[in-house]
Nanobody, 123 residues
């Protein structure tokens, strides 16, 4: 099992940038697929970004494509999300989640979740 802690959220203006970080504990970090999701009040978890274990390539939701960059550092047990050109629609609680095995875009496939970090973007 792995434990996840997100950080880096905050309140910003439209067009600003934020860097989110997910710190993971556990000795088998490199074997876990780490994925960013977000959730608005009353909404479901929405896929944001992930990295394929097979290829190492990141994948992004259409809504953040070209604006967000996801990366992982196995040596530091860290997953990051660089968010640029933020929009009010990006306002949500951002979570990192882990699953054992290949990447997957469905939140139902993830058993391990962090506590989330709030991102608020004002127009």
């Amino acid at each position: 099992q792995v434990q996840l802690v997100e950080s880096g959220g905050g309140s910003v203006q439209t067009g600003d940038s934020l860097r989110l970080s997910c710190a993971a504990s556990g000795r088998d970090f490199s074997r876990w697929t780490l994925t960013w999701f977000r959730q608005v009040p009353g909404g479901e978890h929405e896929f944001v970004a992930t990295i394929s274990k097979a290829t190492g390539n990141p994948y992004y939701a259409d809504s953040v494509m070209g604006r967000f960059t996801c990366a992982r550092d196995d040596a530091k047990n860290t997953l990051t999300l660089e968010m640029n050109n933020l929009k009010p629609a990006d306002t949500a609680v951002y979570y990192c989640a882990a699953r054992w095995g290949p990447y997957n875009l469905s939140p139902d496939e993830y058993r391990h979740w962090g506590q989330g970090t709030q991102v608020t973007v004002s127009s």
